[in-house]
Structure formats: structure tokens, C-alpha cells
């Protein structure tokens, strides 16, 4: 089924796109969730028109991406967790916490765009990566210090 995307979607497409899915994917998740509608003639003549407008605010975004992810690279965030004697934590330290802790600096940062592979077990200065943007990229440093 062809569609044409609202709103930018991981792994698929950016917005004003106009791509093939399998038709459950368009009709149980990306049309209901206002992701994207169906690729229709007068939907596509929609889309040419706001493509100029698209184009100049997706620069901006890139450019707002990019000025946020200078104030990253400038900034380390602090996590407080208990810890046994090893450096071991009880617990762990997750995006969700990450993003938390980079809240209270005053960044506001979903959790989804914090790239970890695996949760933090051990105390230790780590370098973390964010997805700001398709195309900006950052570092923020995370030290867990123990409780």
C-alpha cells in the first residue's frame, strides 16, 4: 500500500515521503496514529504544494537539532545510585534516568532518542549517544557516582 508520511518515522521515511508498506502496517498503526495517509491522487497534489514549505522547515529543525546538541556536548550530567563494593550498582542507570537528570539542567530530551545498548551496571564516566535529529547526532557525558 502506498502512503504518505505526516510525520517522520524511524527506519521508513521523513515527513512529505511517499513509500510502500505492507497494508496492516498502514491500516492498524500508521493511519490511526496519524503517522501517515493514504497515497491518493488528491492527497499527492497536497503534498507538491507543501513541499516547499516542508523543505524550509525541516531546515530549521536541523538547525535547532544542531544548536541543542552544541549545548550537549558542553554539558555532563551526574547520577546518584547506591552501589556495592566491586562498583557494582544495585540497579541500574537507564535512559529514562538520563533524561531525567539532563531535564533538571534544563534539556528536554525523549528517552527514545537516547541511543544505550544496554543499561549502566557499574559506576564510571560514560559517553552516551543522542538522536536529536535524522541527521544530528550528539554526545552527552554521564558520571554515576556512588550514593
Known amino acids: 500500500m502506498k502512503i504518505v508520511l505526516r510525520e517522520d518515522v524511524d527506519n521508513l521515511g521523513r515527513r512529505g515521503d511517499v513509500v510502500t508498506v505492507a497494508n496492516g ?6 493511519v490511526p496514529r496519524k503517522f ?9 497534489k497536497r503534498v507538491v504544494k507543501a513541499r ?8 530549521e529543525e536541523r538547525d535547532e537539532a544542531q544548536r541543542l546538541a552544541e549545548r550537549l556536548r558542553g554539558l555532563s550530567c ?3 545510585k547506591k552501589a556495592g563494593e566491586e ?3 544495585y540497579g541500574s542507570v537507564t535512559s529514562a534516568e538520563i533524561a ?3 531535564e533538571k539542567e534544563g534539556i528536554v530530551i525523549d528517552k527514545r532518542k537516547i541511543r544505550m545498548d544496554e543499561p ?12 536529536i535529529h535524522p541527521e544530528v547526532e550528539a ?3 554521564v558520571w554515576v557516582v556512588k550514593e
Open 52 to 59: 516547499k514549505v516542508l523543505e524550509l522547515k525541516r531546515i
Open 139 to 141: 554526545e552527552v557525558k
Open 100 to 102: 531525567e537528570a539532563l
Open 87 to 89: 562498583e557494582t550498582l
Open 78 to 80: 551526574t547520577i546518584v
Open 120 to 131: 549502566i551496571k557499574a559506576l564510571g564516566i560514560y559517553t552516551i549517544p543522542v538522536s
Open 36 to 44: 501517515a495517509f493514504p497515497a491518493t491522487e488528491e492527497n499527492l
Open 25 to 30: 502496517y498502514a491500516r492498524n498503526y500508521l
